[in-house]
Protein backbone atom coordinates (compact mmCIF):
# COMPACT_ATOMS: atom_id res chain seq x y z
CA UNK A 1 0.00 0.00 0.00
CA UNK A 2 3.02 2.63 0.97
CA UNK A 3 4.34 1.29 -2.19
CA UNK A 4 1.21 2.57 -4.56
CA UNK A 5 1.00 5.82 -2.57
CA UNK A 6 4.58 6.66 -3.38
CA UNK A 7 3.99 5.92 -6.65
CA UNK A 8 1.05 7.85 -6.78
CA UNK A 9 2.92 11.34 -5.61
CA UNK A 10 5.91 10.15 -7.73
CA UNK A 11 2.71 10.24 -10.43
CA UNK A 12 1.65 13.78 -9.32
CA UNK A 13 4.84 15.71 -8.81
CA UNK A 14 6.08 14.66 -12.83
CA UNK A 15 2.20 15.97 -13.81
CA UNK A 16 2.80 19.12 -11.74
CA UNK A 17 6.37 19.98 -13.18
CA UNK A 18 5.81 18.45 -16.68
CA UNK A 19 4.79 22.15 -17.79
CA UNK A 20 8.16 23.26 -16.14
CA UNK A 21 10.20 20.93 -17.81
CA UNK A 22 8.81 21.44 -21.42
CA UNK A 23 8.71 25.29 -21.15
CA UNK A 24 12.94 24.73 -19.98
CA UNK A 25 13.25 22.38 -23.19
CA UNK A 26 12.07 25.00 -25.34
CA UNK A 27 14.16 27.60 -23.94
CA UNK A 28 17.09 25.44 -24.10
CA UNK A 29 16.63 25.17 -27.99
CA UNK A 30 15.74 28.46 -28.81
CA UNK A 31 19.15 29.56 -26.38
CA UNK A 32 21.14 26.93 -28.64
CA UNK A 33 19.59 28.59 -32.48
CA UNK A 34 20.32 32.13 -31.03
CA UNK A 35 24.17 30.58 -30.25
CA UNK A 36 24.60 28.83 -33.61
CA UNK A 37 23.17 32.28 -35.84
CA UNK A 38 25.07 34.79 -33.43
CA UNK A 39 28.20 32.52 -34.01
CA UNK A 40 27.21 32.59 -38.09
CA UNK A 41 26.54 36.10 -38.15
CA UNK A 42 30.14 36.99 -36.46
CA UNK A 43 31.96 35.00 -39.22
CA UNK A 44 32.89 37.25 -42.53
CA UNK A 45 34.99 38.22 -45.28
CA UNK A 46 35.83 41.55 -46.22
CA UNK A 47 37.26 42.41 -49.60
CA UNK A 48 39.05 45.46 -50.32
CA UNK A 49 37.99 46.02 -53.46
CA UNK A 50 35.10 45.08 -55.51
CA UNK A 51 36.58 46.03 -58.81
CA UNK A 52 40.41 44.71 -59.74
CA UNK A 53 42.16 45.58 -63.12
CA UNK A 54 44.87 43.85 -64.41
CA UNK A 55 47.25 42.91 -67.25
CA UNK A 56 47.60 40.06 -69.30
CA UNK A 57 50.17 37.41 -67.70
CA UNK A 58 50.04 40.56 -64.26
CA UNK A 59 50.22 38.64 -60.67
CA UNK A 60 47.65 40.59 -58.42
CA UNK A 61 47.15 39.45 -54.73
CA UNK A 62 43.47 40.33 -53.50
CA UNK A 63 43.48 41.82 -50.25
CA UNK A 64 41.18 40.91 -48.02
CA UNK A 65 40.19 40.62 -43.99
CA UNK A 66 38.74 37.82 -41.89
CA UNK A 67 36.42 37.49 -39.27
CA UNK A 68 35.71 34.68 -37.19
CA UNK A 69 37.50 32.20 -40.03
CA UNK A 70 40.50 31.04 -41.01
CA UNK A 71 42.63 31.21 -44.78
CA UNK A 72 42.25 27.62 -44.67
CA UNK A 73 38.57 27.52 -44.91
CA UNK A 74 37.97 29.92 -48.03
CA UNK A 75 37.27 28.05 -51.26
CA UNK A 76 38.51 31.02 -54.29
CA UNK A 77 36.76 30.33 -57.97
CA UNK A 78 37.28 31.97 -60.91
CA UNK A 79 33.90 31.72 -63.50
CA UNK A 80 36.02 32.10 -66.33
CA UNK A 81 39.69 30.55 -65.67
CA UNK A 82 40.44 31.24 -69.97
CA UNK A 83 40.26 34.46 -68.87
CA UNK A 84 41.89 34.62 -64.71
CA UNK A 85 43.08 32.07 -62.61
CA UNK A 86 43.06 32.41 -58.94
CA UNK A 87 44.57 30.54 -56.00
CA UNK A 88 44.62 31.29 -52.98
CA UNK A 89 43.85 34.90 -53.06
CA UNK A 90 46.31 35.63 -56.15
CA UNK A 91 45.01 36.23 -59.45
CA UNK A 92 46.72 35.50 -62.99
CA UNK A 93 45.21 37.57 -66.25
CA UNK A 94 45.51 35.05 -69.16
CA UNK A 95 43.46 37.05 -71.99
CA UNK A 96 41.75 40.39 -72.09
CA UNK A 97 38.12 39.95 -70.98
CA UNK A 98 36.33 39.92 -67.98
CA UNK A 99 35.51 37.53 -65.11
CA UNK A 100 34.13 37.26 -61.68
CA UNK A 101 36.26 35.77 -58.67
CA UNK A 102 34.29 34.34 -55.66
CA UNK A 103 35.81 33.31 -52.05
CA UNK A 104 33.43 31.36 -49.73
CA UNK A 105 33.67 29.46 -46.59
CA UNK A 106 31.54 26.65 -47.33
CA UNK A 107 28.72 28.72 -44.58
CA UNK A 108 27.17 30.39 -47.18
CA UNK A 109 29.03 33.57 -46.40
CA UNK A 110 30.83 34.47 -49.71
CA UNK A 111 32.03 37.77 -51.21
CA UNK A 112 32.93 38.87 -55.07
CA UNK A 113 35.53 41.34 -56.96
CA UNK A 114 35.08 41.73 -60.79
CA UNK A 115 38.20 41.13 -63.13
CA UNK A 116 38.93 43.08 -66.13
CA UNK A 117 41.84 41.80 -67.69
CA UNK A 118 43.73 44.43 -70.06
CA UNK A 119 45.50 43.83 -72.83
CA UNK A 120 49.18 44.84 -73.19
CA UNK A 121 49.66 48.21 -73.05
CA UNK A 122 46.15 49.44 -72.40
CA UNK A 123 46.26 51.09 -69.26
CA UNK A 124 44.17 50.62 -66.21
CA UNK A 125 41.01 53.07 -66.51
CA UNK A 126 37.14 53.71 -66.22
CA UNK A 127 35.21 51.87 -67.69
CA UNK A 128 31.62 53.78 -69.63
CA UNK A 129 28.91 53.03 -67.27
CA UNK A 130 26.18 54.47 -68.98
CA UNK A 131 25.99 53.04 -71.83
CA UNK A 132 27.10 50.10 -74.65
CA UNK A 133 29.64 50.47 -77.93
CA UNK A 134 27.57 51.71 -80.90
CA UNK A 135 26.17 49.06 -82.51
CA UNK A 136 26.22 48.77 -86.68
CA UNK A 137 24.66 45.60 -88.96
CA UNK A 138 26.44 44.75 -91.94
CA UNK A 139 26.04 42.15 -94.91
CA UNK A 140 27.88 40.66 -97.22
CA UNK A 141 28.15 42.02 -101.21
CA UNK A 142 24.85 40.99 -103.16
CA UNK A 143 23.11 40.37 -99.60
CA UNK A 144 20.26 43.41 -98.61
CA UNK A 145 20.12 44.43 -94.99
CA UNK A 146 17.01 44.45 -93.54
CA UNK A 147 17.10 45.37 -89.29
CA UNK A 148 19.20 43.04 -87.81
CA UNK A 149 18.41 40.04 -90.93
CA UNK A 150 20.18 39.92 -94.78
CA UNK A 151 18.16 38.74 -97.38
CA UNK A 152 19.66 37.06 -100.46
CA UNK A 153 17.57 37.42 -103.64
CA UNK A 154 17.45 34.94 -106.70
CA UNK A 155 15.12 34.38 -109.41
CA UNK A 156 13.32 31.02 -108.68
CA UNK A 157 15.13 28.41 -110.87
CA UNK A 158 12.04 26.46 -112.70
CA UNK A 159 9.18 25.42 -110.61
CA UNK A 160 11.08 26.09 -107.47
CA UNK A 161 13.63 27.81 -105.16
CA UNK A 162 17.23 25.84 -105.19
CA UNK A 163 17.94 24.50 -101.54
CA UNK A 164 18.32 27.14 -98.40
CA UNK A 165 16.05 29.43 -100.29
CA UNK A 166 12.33 30.25 -99.75
CA UNK A 167 9.83 31.22 -102.26
CA UNK A 168 8.70 35.29 -102.24
CA UNK A 169 6.83 37.14 -104.61
CA UNK A 170 7.36 38.05 -108.01
CA UNK A 171 9.19 34.73 -108.70
CA UNK A 172 11.64 35.13 -106.48
CA UNK A 173 13.59 32.86 -103.76
CA UNK A 174 14.79 34.42 -100.61
CA UNK A 175 17.39 33.34 -98.07
CA UNK A 176 17.62 35.06 -95.05
CA UNK A 177 20.81 35.32 -92.60
CA UNK A 178 22.05 37.33 -89.24
CA UNK A 179 23.29 40.14 -90.08
CA UNK A 180 26.88 40.78 -89.15
CA UNK A 181 27.27 43.38 -86.08
CA UNK A 182 30.62 45.85 -85.77
CA UNK A 183 30.60 47.90 -82.47
CA UNK A 184 31.95 51.38 -82.21
CA UNK A 185 33.49 53.35 -79.00
CA UNK A 186 33.41 57.06 -78.81
CA UNK A 187 36.42 59.06 -79.39
CA UNK A 188 39.84 57.96 -77.18
CA UNK A 189 38.10 54.92 -76.25
CA UNK A 190 38.53 51.56 -77.48
CA UNK A 191 36.20 48.16 -77.61
CA UNK A 192 36.85 46.41 -74.99
CA UNK A 193 33.38 43.91 -75.08
CA UNK A 194 30.49 43.71 -76.98
CA UNK A 195 29.11 45.49 -73.48
CA UNK A 196 31.93 48.04 -72.95
CA UNK A 197 34.02 50.86 -73.89
CA UNK A 198 37.70 51.49 -72.32
CA UNK A 199 39.65 54.36 -72.56
CA UNK A 200 43.52 54.25 -73.26
CA UNK A 201 43.88 57.49 -70.44
Known sequence: MEEENIAEETVDKIKKYRSVIFSCGIF????????????NTNKQINLKEKEVYIQTGENYSIEYTLNGLNKDQLVWESKDNNVATVNSGNIIGIVPGETLITVSSGEEIKEAVRVYVLADGMKRAAIIKDGVPGKKYTCDDD????GNKCSLYTIKDGVSCTEGFKETTNDRCVKEADATIEYSCPKGYYLYSKEKC???E
Open 198 to 200: ISN
Open 143 to 146: WVLS
Open 28 to 39: AIVLLIVGILTL
